[in-house]
């Protein structure tokens, strides 16, 4: 054969190409692997968040809350204004003044802002 047959992998090296479906299997499963357990946390841990929420809520209080959400960690700042134990959730408004709904069991810390 000539030597214009055997180069290799370069005959194709220029028509490599990335679709739209294969960057986005890339990034989901990188996505994927950077998902975190969520934390344990103890009775203490437990009743200062109640206590922050409630002095929040009483005293109008802006208050910083850390989520636990889908695997990844958010943080939101506000004022509570509706707690929920039936439902388990805690209702706020945030800086810009939309009201966010969070769950309970996702709230990991609670903070004075």
């Not at 344990?40 to 809350?65: A, G, T, Y």
């Not at 800086?95 to 069991?105: D, V, W």
Request: net charge positive; glycine share 6%.
């Amino acid at each position: 054969m000539s030597e214009y047959l055997h180069r290799g992998n370069k005959l194709w090296e220029g028509s490599r190409m990335f679709l739209p479906e294969h960057k986005q299997a890339i990034l989901e499963r990188k996505r994927r692997q950077q998902k975190r357990e969520k934390p344990e946390l103890d009775e203490q841990q437990l009743e200062k968040m109640n206590e922050m929420i409630q002095l929040s809520r009483q005293k109008k209080l802006p208050v910083s809350v850390r989520c636990f959400e889908a695997g990844a960690f958010r943080k939101v700042t506000g004022i509570v204004l509706d707690f929920r134990p039936f439902e388990q959730e805690v209702r706020m408004l945030d800086e810009t003044g939309g009201h966010i709904l969070l769950k309970t069991a996702g709230i990991i810390d609670v903070s004075r802002v």
